[in-house]
Each structure stands twice: as structure tokens, then as C-alpha cells.
């Protein structure tokens, strides 16, 4: 099993950590992931449950993602999950 490796402009190796899953429970739907996100992974999900609305992030396009983990990186809550990735 090889895993998945990039390089940055200075020719150092580093692995890239793919977003697998949002944790809803924890998720306050500010959106600071879905605006750092340049590649369209992320996805805005809006429940409407007995006169209060809940907003949470989904991972709507997980094929997109780079690995950046830009998204976990500006997230005040800490709800990403990530996983590295094989060829």
C-alpha cells in the first residue's frame, strides 16, 4: 500500500490529510470552512426542527478535496475528521 504524497515549491514531502467527515453535533455552521475552501468540498445543510433552525457543514464533494485541511485548520470547533489516502 503506497500512500498519496505531495511536495511543496521547496521539494519537501508532506502527506496530505483528505476531510472524511464533519460531526454535526458539533458543527455551529458559521462557514468558515465553506470560505476557505477553494476546491467546492464543502456543502451548507440547514434543518428546521420545531421553530429553531440548525446549520451545520456536510462534505458535499469529498472527491474534490486536495488535502489542504484548510477547512479543519479555520474551524473554531474542531468537527473535521481526516484520512490520509492509498493508491
Do not use: H
Not at 455552521?29 to 451548507?44: E, F, I, N, P, T
Request: proline letters at 3%.
Amino acid at each position: 500500500m503506497t500512500i498519496i504524497t505531495g511536495l511543496t515549491r521547496d521539494k519537501k514531502e508532506w502527506i496530505p490529510q483528505f476531510v472524511k467527515n464533519i460531526d454535526r453535533d458539533v458543527c455551529i455552521g458559521c462557514g468558515r470552512c465553506y470560505k476557505v475552501c477553494v476546491m467546492d468540498v464543502l456543502a451548507y445543510e440547514e434543518i428546521d426542527e420545531d421553530d429553531s433552525a440548525k446549520a451545520y457543514m456536510t462534505v458535499g464533494k469529498p472527491g474534490n478535496c486536495i488535502g489542504c485541511q484548510a477547512c479543519g485548520r479555520t474551524c473554531p470547533k474542531k468537527c473535521f475528521e481526516f484520512e490520509t489516502a492509498s493508491l
